[in-house]
């Protein structure tokens, strides 16, 4: 079984801040992981995923993330927060059947 | 990439009502497909799972006869809430895996279910 911990249900963050949304998952195989952002009504767009590899892994909107195996973490960073960027954040991982567990989210408010 | 599209987007119904979800992958083949009910401020939680040419595999706790999922093709998916009640007002939101191994997810809008 997996399960994956949001530890924070929202950050408030100023414009231009830097920020860290934390993820932590558990699970008994190896696992792929995976960050969605989710506006207001909408579905879910990828953000960044790591399958193997390289432990840093880039998206777009100038997000990263970092796999950490023995701290089952995969946080995900931004140097400068935009107000765009409010939404809700989705961490997410999948075994190799494709279905997806994710956390409970975490709502990032950027702040003028 | 890859597109997943749902229609209606949103839809107000009658108690007692039936309502009828699609989701269609449109550039793409996708013999599986997920259906996601998603709570106000809250994660997505896993329906069912549909299988293109067989019957659907529902997650614990989800009444297969109340959610009756068809996977009529290979592009598209139907998710129908029959009998539906104020409490089935949701946001529901189906996805399709990648088709080239990348183990990605495609996720259609979403839909807005409101039954008065």
């Known amino acids: 079984a997996q399960s994956v911990t949001q530890l924070d249900s929202q950050v408030p963050v100023f414009e231009e801040a830097p920020v860290e949304l934390r993820c932590n998952y558990s699970?008994?195989?190896?696992?792929?992981l995976f960050w969605y952002v989710q506006y207001p009504n909408q579905g879910l767009q990828l953000l960044l995923k790591?399958?193997?590899?390289?432990?840093l892994v880039k998206g777009i909107n100038g997000f990263e993330a970092e796999f950490n195996k023995s701290q089952t973490s995969f946080h995900l960073r931004k140097p400068s927060v935009h107000i765009s960027d409010t939404a809700e954040y989705f961490c997410a991982v999948s075994d190799a059947g494709n279905m997806l567990t994710f956390g409970g989210g975490t709502r990032l408010m950027v702040k003028p | 990439g890859a597109v997943v599209s749902q229609h209606p987007s949103r839809v107000i119904c009658k108690s007692g009502t039936s309502v009828k979800i699609e989701c269609r992958s449109l550039d793409f083949q996708a013999t599986t497909m997920f259906w996601y009910r998603q709570f106000p401020k809250k994660s997505l939680m896993l329906m069912a799972t549909?299988?293109?040419?067989?019957?659907?595999?529902?997650e614990q706790g989800v009444e297969k006869d109340k959610f009756l999922i068809n996977h009529a093709s290979l592009t598209l998916s139907t998710l129908t809430v029959t009998s539906a009640h104020p409490e089935d007002s949701s946001f529901y939101i189906c996805?399709?895996?990648?088709?080239?191994?990348?183990?990605?997810?495609?996720f259609g809008p979403g839909t807005r279910l409101t039954v008065t």
């Open positions: 790591y399958l193997s590899g390289s432990t």
């Open positions: 996805s399709a895996p990648n088709d080239r191994g990348s183990y990605e997810q495609y």
């Open positions: 699970s008994s195989v190896s696992v792929y």
């Open positions: 549909s299988n293109e040419g067989s019957k659907a595999t529902y």
